[in-house]
């Protein structure tokens, strides 16, 4: 499809054809994606409006259609990689160039991806906005090695960083490269969904200033300076990890998936019977479950656990596995961790929550949740 022949279908409230585009970033077309994008800038439309009330959603509805499994993981990752290529496109649309230029220069700032976060696309929507408010970024794409980072600031010395979390059990690492960063006397603001829609997580874990989307970010970094990070020590920060608790959780985690899936072997006869590739599957859920469980610990927040398990039900529910199956699993973590009383604790919340949410018992439990739209 060329620039001049635009799709014909109906333009949204946005001025943007979403239906077109979703069709165009669901079957992997980049071009036609683009065509679309480019239309509506040439059209007069807000580059920041695009970005975050067009792409931004498309993206997020992307993750809640593969949460439904009414996508595929591989076309998950097709869309995605079109939106990236459709936000760079925007990035060099003439009219944005202009715009970018044309902005008062507040200063130069880096953002970056926490170690071990693949999630870029968030931080990328961020990266483009505050180019577009005149910012001068080093955009440092995913899972940036922090002692990488750590120079960077000592090279650059930008007015703040912005680090993005979108998965929750990265959390652990984010507090040691806010910590790490802060170092540096150059002020951290974080944001991504990894911490809440409330970013309830920000302050416990020391960062100077928290922002719920790209345009309330550039707004806040509008408003003037950052203050200077205050100084505090990690272990301060979150006096519950005295108990050891967390510390014994993720240095046995490997035992501990050990344990679960050997014992689930002889709880559930029909396991005898799985591929290769079932019991790959099997094993990838338990890590995770593990994972997400040291994270709730780390941050004594049993909700963040909770919520992830009964999202995890309904996935597997959507994907017609039993997710009856997630109650051993609780126990049989139990049963390695009953010296730990918050690690019983959080199990044994968990399993209430979990048989609630399967028997239909508890608000937003099978049948009354919006699956996929859990972002821990
Ligand atoms: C695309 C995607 C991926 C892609 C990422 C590719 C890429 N280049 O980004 C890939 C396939 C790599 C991936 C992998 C995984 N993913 Co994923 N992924 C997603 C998905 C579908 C979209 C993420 C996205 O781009 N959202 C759109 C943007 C617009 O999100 P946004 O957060 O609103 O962004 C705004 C703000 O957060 C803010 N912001 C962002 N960063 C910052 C920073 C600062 C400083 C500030 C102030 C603001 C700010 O500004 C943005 C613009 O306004 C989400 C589902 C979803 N609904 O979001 C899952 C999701 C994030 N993934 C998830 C998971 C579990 C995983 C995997 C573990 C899956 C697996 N089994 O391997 C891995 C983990 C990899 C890792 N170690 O990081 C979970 C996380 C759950 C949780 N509770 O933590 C999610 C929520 C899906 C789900 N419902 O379970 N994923």
Redesign the pocket.
Known sequence: MTRSARPSAAKGRTGVQTDGLWEAVTTGDEFAATDIVMAALDDGMDPEDL??DV???L??????E??ANRIT?AQ??SA??V??RVIGAVAHHPAVRRRARAAERPGRIA?A?ID???????????AE?LRLRGWRVDYLG??VPTPHLISHLHETGPAAV?????????LPAAHAAITACQSTGTPV???????GPDGRYAALLGAD?????????AD?LARGPLPEPRPHRVADDLPHLADRTYAHVTRTTPQLVRHVLSGLRSRIPAMAGYTDEQRNRTA?DIS?IVE?FGTALYLDDPE?FT??MT?TAD?LTARDVPAQFLLPVLDLLLEQLTDYPRAADLLSRARTVVQEHLSGTRPGGPGGAQK?????
């Open positions: 970005l975050l792409i931004a959603p993206q997020a509805r992307v993750g809640r593969w949460a993981v998950e990752h995605t990689a939106n990236e953002v991806c071990g976060e693949w999630h870029a696309l968030p931080a990328r929507l961020l906005v995913a899972q912005a680090l993005s979390s979108s998965i929750a059990t990265r603001m974080v944001g991504g969904a990894a911490y200033a928290w922002a719920p989307d790209a345009r309330a970010a806040r990838e995770h997400f963040l919520a992830f999202w996935i996929g739209d859990s972002q821990g």
